[in-house]
């Protein structure tokens, strides 16, 4: 399995900000693991020239169910895939809670992702509330267990397990609550497909990710990689996480 370094600059970005993966791509030529950038859709097709015949990868923050239609505002997954992106991110939190999205609707956008040839990046999370709640378990699960489509393979989709309470807050869980999610996820992969496949799915962290805690969070079993926010912004900040990443 090659490891994969992830970064969603959500909302931030413009044309200026393309020096940021244009460093990226000069600094990580020889990059030990994979990594993913994914700007906003205004930047797609310039990040994606920026990237070509470097290690990086372009992605998108999310696609429609649709691959094409009568639905103003959105982007379907073949035309991220012709803007030159290989990877969308699906399901995350801020979809979720902003946009109403439901599990449902999130394996219907990996079903075409997977269409388009794009890499599903689904992710899973749950609130403070629910932490406390002690339905951490509960809310992964089920998130999982239909947000996957039929369709996903170790090749094609990534699952990122970010717990809503530490999205930009600063805050991580402990190294034996990411365990306990990261192995519950495991053994889920492995009741949907073959135990090759299950065991080569790449499963992300994140939730403030950022350099002074990499390396511990990457020594983890079964945490495969990171989805990172706002330390991908620069690459000042992502090259370290990224470095701990090939070091793990």
């Given at each position: 399995?090659?490891k994969?370094?992830?970064?969603?600059?959500?909302?931030?970005?413009t044309?200026?900000?393309?020096t940021?993966?244009?460093?990226?791509?000069a600094?990580?030529r020889?990059?030990?693991?994979d990594?993913l950038?994914c700007?906003?859709?205004?930047?797609?097709?310039?990040a994606?020239?920026?990237?070509q015949?470097?290690p990086?990868?372009?992605g998108?923050q999310?696609?429609?169910?649709?691959?094409?239609?009568a639905?103003?505002?959105?982007i379907s997954?073949p035309?991220?895939?012709d803007?030159g992106a290989?990877a969308?991110i699906?399901?995350?939190s801020?979809?979720?809670?902003?946009?109403?999205e439901?599990?449902?609707?999130?394996a219907?956008?990996?079903r075409?992702?997977?269409?388009?040839?794009?890499?599903?990046?689904i992710?899973?999370g749950?609130?403070?509330a629910e932490?406390?709640?002690?339905q951490?378990l509960a809310?992964?699960?089920?998130?999982l267990r239909?947000?996957l489509?039929a369709?996903?393979?170790?090749a094609?989709?990534?699952?990122?397990?970010?717990?809503?309470?530490a999205?930009?807050t600063?805050?991580?869980?402990?190294?034996a609550?990411?365990?306990?999610?990261?192995?519950?996820?495991r053994a889920?992969?492995?009741?949907?497909?073959?135990?090759?496949?299950a065991a080569?799915l790449r499963?992300?962290?994140?939730?403030?990710?950022?350099?002074?805690?990499?390396?511990?969070i990457f020594a983890?079993?079964d945490?495969?990689?990171a989805?990172v926010?706002g330390?991908s912004?620069?690459?000042q900040d992502?090259s370290?996480?990224?470095?701990?990443?090939e070091a793990?």
């Open positions: 399995m090659r994969l370094a992830a970064g969603n600059w959500k909302m931030n970005g044309t200026a900000h393309l940021e993966i244009a460093a990226l791509a600094t990580h020889a990059a030990q693991v990594i950038i700007p906003p859709a205004t930047l797609l097709a310039q994606a020239g920026l990237a015949h470097s990086l990868m372009i998108a999310d696609c429609h169910r649709s691959p094409s239609g639905h103003t505002g959105d997954a035309m991220l895939a803007a290989r969308v699906l399901g995350h801020e979809r979720r809670a902003d946009h109403g439901t599990s449902a609707l999130v219907d956008k990996a075409a992702a997977h269409a388009a040839g794009l890499i599903a990046v992710c899973l749950e609130t403070l932490r406390e709640g002690a951490t809310v992964v699960t089920e998130q239909a947000s489509p369709t996903a393979t170790a094609n989709t990534v699952i990122a397990y970010e717990p809503v309470w999205i930009g600063g805050l991580t869980p402990s190294t609550q990411i365990a306990e999610v990261h192995g519950v996820l889920l992969l492995t009741e949907r497909l073959d135990a090759a496949e080569a499963l992300l962290y994140g939730g403030s990710v950022k350099p002074a805690n990499a390396a511990g983890i079993a945490v495969d990689g989805l926010g330390a912004l620069t690459a992502f370290p996480i990224i470095a701990a990443l793990a």
